[in-house]
């Protein structure tokens, strides 16, 4: 009887555990389109800034129509795999959660309409309190609640606490001087800082901003006094991406 509850309960629990959310940067109505999201005034680094810092992370997409609508965003704050924390967002947040996105630009002599919105985080009605992973969500407030969310962007706020020392080389475990490259790192801790590297810290490598390779989770390799080293794993392989492949000539 007890094994056959204990089934029954983990079938019961099983739904709960599928529906826990993963956020990502993704567009969720036909109705927008050119999403982007990275640090303001620098198009090409990710949407990361330094706690209690100038910085802000650069939102803009467009929405293809000129209808007024009335958007707005919020913001929750996500744990390292971004799920949601339990966090309560007064302790996470300054001001308030849940605001009116900034009023947009309409195109003008174009082929399509379209309204143009751009919003910088942190701002005058919203700053954050601590480091982490984060999420914003923009929403129409007058949609149906099936219809609601528009679109999502993950954003990360960092403390500096640690020293980061890595390398890229083309002389990798699978290869040498071929079409991959190979990560290493070393992480300098202060002393008693970290007690477990293997649960304490959590690794996310992302090449070129990608998010379909990307690798999380990998072990220390070697730990020795404050240094927490990171190599000759087969997820710090990456193909390299090079459009011009080796060839050879010869004459004759």
């Given at each position: ?124 009605d919203v700053r954050l309190k601590l480091s982490g ?15 609601a969310l528009l679109l999502q962007v993950c954003f ?26 190979q990560l290493s790192f070393e992480l300098q801790t ?63």
């Amino acid at each position: 009887m007890k094994q056959r509850l204990s089934t029954i309960l983990l079938l019961l629990m099983m739904p709960l555990l599928l529906s826990a959310q993963v956020y990502r940067t993704q567009i969720l109505s036909p109705k927008v389109m050119s999403l982007q999201a990275h640090l303001a005034d620098a198009w090409n680094k990710a949407p990361v800034i330094e706690l209690h810092s100038e910085q802000q992370v650069s939102i803009s997409f467009d929405e293809m129509s000129h209808e007024y609508l009335r958007l707005a965003y919020r913001i929750r704050h996500c744990n390292a795999d971004w799920q949601a924390s339990s966090m309560n967002e007064l302790d996470y947040l300054e001001g308030f959660s849940e605001n009116d996105l900034p009023e947009g630009a309409t195109s003008e002599a174009t082929t399509v309409e379209y309204t143009h919105y751009e919003l910088n985080l942190p701002n005058d009605d919203v700053r954050l309190k601590l480091s982490g992973n984060y999420v914003v969500e923009i929403f129409d407030r007058d949609a149906a609640e099936e219809e609601a969310l528009l679109l999502q962007v993950c954003f990360s706020v960092l403390d500096r606490k640690i020293g980061i020392d890595a390398k890229v080389s083309a002389q990798t475990d699978q290869a040498y001087n071929d079409k991959y490259q190979q990560l290493s790192f070393e992480l300098q801790t202060p002393m008693g800082m970290i007690e477990r590297p293997d649960s304490d810290i959590k690794i996310l490598i992302r090449q070129n901003r990608r998010c379909d390779n990307q690798v999380f989770g990998i072990p220390p390799y070697m730990t020795s006094g404050n240094s927490i080293r990171y190599q000759h794993h087969p997820s710090l392989v990456f193909a390299a991406g090079n459009e011009y492949r080796r060839f050879e000539i010869s004459s004759h």
